[in-house]
Antibody
Framework: EVQLVQSGGGLVQPGRSLRLSCTTS????????MTWVRQAPGKGLAWVGF??????????EYAASVKGRFTISRDDSKSIAYLQMNSLKTEDTAVYYC?????????WGQGTLVTVSS | EIVLTQSPDTLSLSPGERGTLSCRAS???????IAWYQQKPGRAPRLLIY???NRATGVPDRFSGSGSGTDFTLIISRLEPEDFAVFYC?????????FGGGTKVEIK
């Protein structure tokens, strides 16, 4: 059974950092690209970024709103994807989802709430 | 940058009725890169349709997708009580993903 279990959310002050983890099982993690999507309270879905598999160089792409502040990485030996969020802003407050894939997002984590507030 | 506009914002229907949801792209896109998701309150989204018309694993055949160019449609042939939710279309390019604003299908 494919599972994506997220951890690491919470309350953080503006300007601080937070790292989210997405621990996966049930599939060969190294074969898949991984994507992060967020959803601000009461709003729609917004793409954050993705990381390609190592076959494609584990390269990353980011939405303009987070580029230069957020970094996606992966540890294929542990089947975990990470989202490092630096210089957080109040507008980054959202539920963050990790997902399997880069276009077709066929499995999703449960989501984790990140609240940026002083 | 491509923008996806979904309509209507809200669709009020009764169980058993047919629902038609629209997703319009600001420029022509390949239908191979259009997907649809369903999201229920407090839950993660669920993949319904990929490549515009292919149902994901386990998706009932009352859900169907179609379209090409700039106009894409998700049809729910006969609404079941569990189908009421928010639906999002998505375009996936080589270096970005774009979501539409969503259509809420609510019980009339």
């Amino acid at each position: 059974e494919v599972q994506l279990v997220q951890s690491g959310g919470g309350l953080v002050q503006p300007g601080r950092s937070l790292r989210l983890s997405c621990t996966t099982s049930g599939f060969i993690f190294g074969d898949y690209d991984m994507t992060w999507v967020r959803q601000a309270p009461g709003k729609g879905l917004a793409w954050v970024g993705f990381i390609r598999s190592k076959t494609y160089g584990a390269t990353t792409e980011y939405a303009a709103s987070v580029k230069g502040r957020f970094t996606i990485s992966r540890d294929d030996s542990k089947s975990i994807a990470y989202l490092q969020m630096n210089s957080l802003k109040t507008e980054d407050t959202a539920v963050y989802y990790c997902t399997r894939g880069r276009g077709i997002l066929d499995y999703w984590g449960q989501g984790t709430l990140v609240t940026v507030s002083s | 940058e491509i923008v996806l506009t979904q309509s209507p914002d809200t669709l009020s229907l009764s169980p058993g009725e047919r629902g038609t949801l629209s997703c319009r792209a600001s420029q022509s896109v390949s239908s191979s890169y259009i997907a649809w998701y369903q999201q229920k309150p407090g839950r993660a989204p669920r993949l319904l349709i990929y490549a515009a018309s292919n149902r994901a694993t386990g998706v009932p055949d009352r859900f169907s997708g179609s379209g090409s160019g700039t106009d894409f449609t998700l049809i729910i042939s006969r609404l079941e009580p569990e189908d009421f939710a928010v639906f999002y279309c998505q375009y996936y390019g080589s270096s970005a993903l774009i979501f539409g604003g969503g259509t809420k299908v609510e019980i009339k």
